[in-house]
């Protein structure tokens, strides 16, 4: 092997132990030897047999987002009861450190992934499906042999911008986490299902959407005070906003007093989760409630029976969403 990859047994010795101050170019020639030579390691192999990890990776974007927060929370104790260990990587949304997380499975040092958020194309991570289990949690997979548990995007928004036109709301504003709209077919993308849920509401009582109010790359409370700025700044205002999360939507309503802007009288916000915080704030949030810890138990559940054989392997698991009405509209 050593040959193969052109270094020295002591490098191949060391990448295969995992010893630090080995240069990503020689594990990179080590990895390739052992995909060309079907090599796997002792500890590996043992793993193969029977022993396995007991370990499963969960992959999400960052932990202080309260959305995966939560989201690992119910993971944890699921897998916890199944008698396994969970390793969290967070990819802090950089391509390398998501492939970095699927190196695990690929080594054998987990028996399984669940990935909470996708950095990179479909096309680069199905080929890690031969080292392991993958499941998908949270993100739309348009691929039939992956296990997929996802909240119904699509009708959870549709619902909710049914809600806020039932209370007199016809110019209505919409944020995103993207940094862009992708539109698909329905059921292919979770930013673009979301869209379709908006605007097919909006269709069904002949209301158009100002592309002004699209505000892409919305994530956290700063990001909720800096829109509400740009809206109040407007000649044609909003009378209503769909947030994307309850962070962007805390960001709204916590800025609106000091604007003179009426919540809901001149803005009304409705979020997307339902965390913890949306009932204690001074406007408690009308959200869009995503079944966080259902979502978590039920992807640990698949992947682990899928670890074990149990359970057929590419398992779609939709789950409904629910309007939580509260003062904010």
Excluded at 87 to 110: C, M, P, S, W
Excluded at 122 to 145: H, L, S
């Amino acid at each position: 092997m050593a040959q193969l990859a052109g270094v020295s047994v002591t490098t191949v010795s060391r990448v295969i132990n995992d010893y630090p101050h080995v240069s990503k170019a020689k594990k990179d020639k080590v990895f390739w030897a052992m995909d060309k030579l079907g090599y796997v390691p002792m500890q590996a192999a043992r793993q193969m047999r029977g022993s396995g990890s007991q370990t499963i990776g969960v992959v999400v974007p960052e932990i202080i987002n309260p959305f995966f927060s939560y989201l690992i929370n119910a993971i944890e104790r699921t897998v916890d009861k199944l008698h396994y260990k969970t390793l969290i990587i967070q990819t802090f949304g950089r391509k390398q450190n998501e492939l970095t997380a699927l190196d695990y499975l690929k080594r054998h040092q987990v028996d399984g992934i669940i990935l909470c958020a996708l950095e990179n194309d479909w096309d680069i991570i199905k080929g890690y499906q031969k080292y392991g289990q993958i499941a998908v949690c949270n993100e739309y997979v348009d691929e039939d042999t992956i296990p997929m548990v996802i909240g119904d995007q699509f009708n959870g928004l549709r619902q909710g911008t049914e809600y806020l036109i039932s209370k007199g709301k016809t110019k209505i504003a919409y944020c995103t986490g993207r940094d862009s709209l992708l539109l698909q077919q329905r059921g292919k993308n979770f930013d673009s299902d979301r869209y379709l849920g908006f605007t097919t509401a909006l269709q069904a009582h002949d209301l158009s959407f100002n592309p002004a109010w699209l505000f892409t790359n919305a994530h956290s409370i700063e990001d909720g005070q800096a829109i509400l700025k740009q809206l109040s700044q407007m000649a044609q205002k909003p009378d209503a906003i769909i947030t994307g999360s309850d962070e962007v939507a805390t960001g709204i309503v916590s800025l609106a007093k000091s604007l003179n802007i009426q919540i809901p009288q001149d803005l009304s916000v409705l979020g997307v989760d339902d965390q913890p915080l949306a009932k204690f704030l001074s406007y408690p949030l009308t959200t869009i409630r995503q079944p966080i810890t259902q979502m978590g138990q039920q992807v640990a559940e698949v992947l682990i029976d899928n670890i074990k054989g149990t359970t057929e392997p590419a398992q779609k698991i939709k789950l409904d969403l629910q309007i939580v009405p509260r003062e904010s509209a």
